[in-house]
């Protein structure tokens, strides 16, 4: 069993308030692939995610209208126990969950309900930044985020670091299995988004449970200088700031 992240409230509406949607260009590479079907009478996908333990979380407008439509049903469920028929599903994804999962179980379950040419998608993103078209001022940035990553360091649950070392060490069971280039995903935010963000992080979430002080002082740390960084008047959350987050993404194929 995975440790059970994001079971309080308020930790889940943290999270559900500054984790961005998920970017056109994973669902893009998702719809370019060709996928050799069995024949059915429309075509089935499954997005499975570690949902048990979550109490609030968001959908987008394109997505809440994909599940409203008579083409689309929602369910959640297990990971390790997909409510599919075997041979059943063309596109499996899963977005920044997989390392939450009993792999050998997940996996399993993917082989047996995906069609022949069915695909797999796994993608993970870690960080969301300021960006700048200064180099020097990246610089800045990527020294910020390298500091206050290392102190996040010792309060990652150990299923994070799958993901943090972008499923480098994860043995895919499929026929096919590649890794495709990073996708970069930029935006316009406020800063309360970028401090939000870290403060969804299921390590500051347990550096708060460990120490709450210490907590409080990491994210007031981390805060100053980023008003200092992106020179936002104190107390004002009203400028919109140019932000971006890469995506680490794995396809595999069943033959």
């Given at each position: ?26 669902a ?39 599940l ?6 929602y ?58 078209d ?107 700031i ?14």
């Amino acid at each position: 069993m995975a440790s059970q992240q994001f079971v309080e409230t308020a930790h889940a509406k943290i999270y559900s308030a500054h984790r961005p949607d998920v970017p056109p260009e994973i669902a893009e590479k998702n719809t370019e692939l060709k996928v050799d079907c069995v024949p059915m009478k429309k075509p089935l996908f499954a997005f499975p995610y570690r949902t048990s333990s979550v109490h609030t979380y968001k959908i987008s407008n394109d997505i809440l209208s994909l599940l409203l439509s008579s083409l689309a049903f929602y369910r959640v469920q297990e990971a390790e126990n997909l409510p599919f028929e075997t041979c059943s599903v063309q596109l499996v994804t899963a977005c920044a969950s997989l390392h939450w999962f009993n792999l050998e179980l997940f996996f399993n379950e993917v082989r047996r309900i995906l069609v022949p040419g069915g695909v797999l998608v796994v993608y993970t993103y870690h960080s969301l930044r300021p960006f700048f078209d200064c180099p020097l001022k990246m610089k800045e940035v990527n020294c910020l985020y390298n500091q206050i990553y290392e102190e996040l360091y010792p309060y990652w649950p150990k299923e994070v670091h799958l993901s943090l070392e972008k499923y480098e060490s994860v043995q895919f069971p499929f026929e096919e299995s590649n890794k495709i280039p990073d996708i970069r995903q930029f935006f316009f935010g406020r800063f309360s988004d970028l401090t939000g963000f870290v403060e969804s992080l299921s390590a500051f979430q347990i550096m708060k449970k460990t120490d709450i002080s210490k907590a409080e002082n990491f994210i007031s740390r981390f805060g100053s200088r980023l008003h200092d960084l992106l020179a936002v008047p104190d107390q004002q959350d009203c400028k919109m700031i140019k932000l971006y987050r890469d995506f680490y993404c794995i396809m595999c194929r069943k033959k």
